[in-house]
T-cell receptor
Framework: TQLLEQSPQFLSIQEGENLTVYCNSS?????LQWYRQEPGEGPVLLVT?????EVKKLKRLTFQFGDARKDSSLHITAAQPGDTGLYLC????????????FGAGTRLTVKP | NAGVTQTPKFRVLKTGQSMTLLCAQD?????MYWYRQDPGMGLRLIHY???????AKGEVPDGYNVSRLKKQNFLLGLESAAPSQTSVYFC?????????FGSGTRLTVV
């Protein structure tokens, strides 16, 4: 079983729609990161959150870290075809900040 | 600034063959990592290094060995390849914050 569960696994929407993807765990994380990966490339870091309840915005993307530091969400406003990709969440615990665990990802397709 | 460079990009091996994947970073990062990515399973940590001359096991280390003789290079070796090692392999490095990934090596073991 995955330490980090992401949902939904697949999401296909029209340009201009809003969406939220989720990253959940029963473990507490000292930090959590979101990455976006395009076909044939490695993941690219979008954001790092470290404080429970923290909210960070990156243009049309809003990231939230749960109060208990066990879950996170990514909200995209007015999605564009350029947002298409695999969104991965990843977290480290206080036991070993070099053992970053990844969720399986949400594959987003935004149709024009 | 090349970032993290992985070679080769593609490779097909026969069962039992050996090979080495090379990762090179030019950012003077202390920490380096090898992950494998399989469909539906996300990225899983194989081995990592916290500095030149050090290595440590990750989540799925069996069947792999690593070496970090120089700070900028992190090598991943497969001594006797098995079909279960068919995967996309990613190398990453970091200084303190987020990871910088290479573009991956697609390995097929037949």
């Amino acid at each position: 079983t995955q330490l980090l569960e992401q949902s939904p696994q697949f999401l296909s929407i029209q340009e201009g729609e809003n969406l939220t993807v989720y990253c959940n765990s029963s473990s507490v994380f000292s930090s959590l990161q979101w990455y976006r990966q395009e076909p044939g490339e490695g993941p690219v870091l979008l954001v790092t959150v470290v404080t429970g309840g923290e909210v960070k915005k990156l243009k049309r993307l809003t990231f939230q870290f749960g109060d208990a530091r066990k879950d996170s969400s990514l909200h995209i406003t007015a999605a564009q075809p350029g947002d298409t990709g695999l969104y991965l969440c990843a977290g480290t615990t206080s036991y070993n900040n070099n053992d970053m665990r990844f969720g399986a990802g949400t594959r987003l397709t935004v149709k024009p | 600034n090349a970032g993290v460079t992985q070679t080769p990009k593609f490779r097909v091996l026969k069962t039992g063959q050996s090979m080495t994947l090379l990762c090179a970073q030019d950012m003077n990062h202390e920490y380096m990592y090898w992950y494998r990515q399989d469909p539906g399973m996300g990225l899983r940590l194989i081995h990592y290094s916290v500095g030149e001359g050090t290595t440590a096991k990750g989540e799925v280390p069996d069947g792999y060995n690593v070496s970090r003789l120089k700070k900028q290079n992190f090598l991943l070796g497969l001594e006797s390849a098995a079909p279960s090692q068919t995967s996309v392999y990613f190398c990453a490095s970091r200084l303190r914050g987020g990871y910088t990934f290479g573009s991956g090596t697609r390995l097929t073991v037949v």
